[in-house]
């Protein structure tokens, strides 16, 4: 579900931690048919995701062999693609190359059913905040460059980890983001009005928090970097930090202790949900 630099938690651009499997050849051939299928139907990837009621970031992350296709997918595909079995039978096929990393795999697995969820971020826009715009901003500039096929994927993995957002609602949500973050102009006026705007109404969900951390604070416990931090049903906490090609899944309880103490002070330290909210208005106001 989640989505390397920023990648695995869907903060940033992705890398060799991205929370998607390393596409293998089985799920390569299984793009490509439906894609072949698809077209020889003559329909279009966004009319082709209409009817089988998949976005079509989803369809075309399935179709460049990034995405593991789930049962539902298989069936109404084979609906609307003239019943023929083929994909039901290439599904049985289908098998991931090794590559997603461990510590990564336990961290999406806990995120699905985790209580409380807090992020601190320095860097970019959290990817669970992110709009399309800014994702795809992000991912056209990334270095080495992406294909078009491969950007696409990775806005397929991005906007299903949102799903988190909405079919979570007893899970609570913190994030603690640098004012600074929505002063870069990443993208132009119009995509930031966009994040902002977009940010402004996940906000209005009870259990979603953001506050800003001002320029004026200074010296701040986020000097370190990013902080992520989430709370299991059994109420045990573990942790997650992003370098700039790799990942770290963090269980040590003294460790979990420093980060908890971090994230706490910098909450203390930011802007009140209400105040931050003022703020991105005022900043959008500017734009």
């Excluded at 500039?141 to 696409?152: A, F, G, H, M, V």
């Amino acid at each position: 579900m989640a989505d390397g630099t920023f990648g695995a938690s869907g903060t940033g651009t992705g890398g060799t931690g991205s929370s998607e499997p390393e596409s293998s050849d089985s799920l390569r051939t299984f793009g490509a048919v439906v894609q072949a299928l698809r077209e020889h139907a003559g329909l279009s990837r966004e009319e082709f995701a209409a009817q089988v009621g998949y976005s079509k970031h989803t369809v075309a992350s399935i179709e460049v062999g990034r995405r593991m296709p789930d049962d539902d997918f298989v069936e109404r595909a084979e609906v609307v693609l003239g019943n023929t079995g083929a994909l039901r039978k290439a599904s049985k096929h289908i098998a991931r190359q090794p590559g997603l990393a461990v510590w990564f795999r336990r961290w999406a697995r806990l995120e699905l059913t985790a209580i409380t969820l807090c992020t601190y971020e320095c860097r970019v826009v959290p990817g669970l905040l992110q709009t399309e715009g800014y994702t795809r901003t992000l991912f056209e500039q990334r270095l080495p460059p992406l294909s078009d096929e491969d950007i696409e994927a990775q806005l397929a993995a991005r906007f299903e980890r949102q799903r988190l957002l909405t079919e979570r609602p007893h899970t609570a949500f913190s994030f603690v983001l640098d004012e600074h973050l929505f002063m870069r102009p990443t993208g132009g006026a119009d995509v930031r009005r966009g994040l902002i705007d977009h940010i402004l109404e996940v906000t209005e969900r009870r259990n979603t928090e953001v506050q800003l951390l001002p320029l004026a604070r200074g010296v701040h416990p986020g000097l370190n970097g990013p902080i992520q931090l989430l709370e299991t049903p059994e109420n045990r906490w573990f942790g997650y930090s992003e370098g700039q090609e790799s990942g770290q899944f963090v269980s040590d309880t003294k460790t979990i202790s420093v980060l908890q103490q971090r994230y706490a002070k910098l909450r203390s330290q930011a802007l009140t949900p209400e105040d931050s909210m003022s703020l991105l208005r005022r900043l959008r106001g500017e734009l």
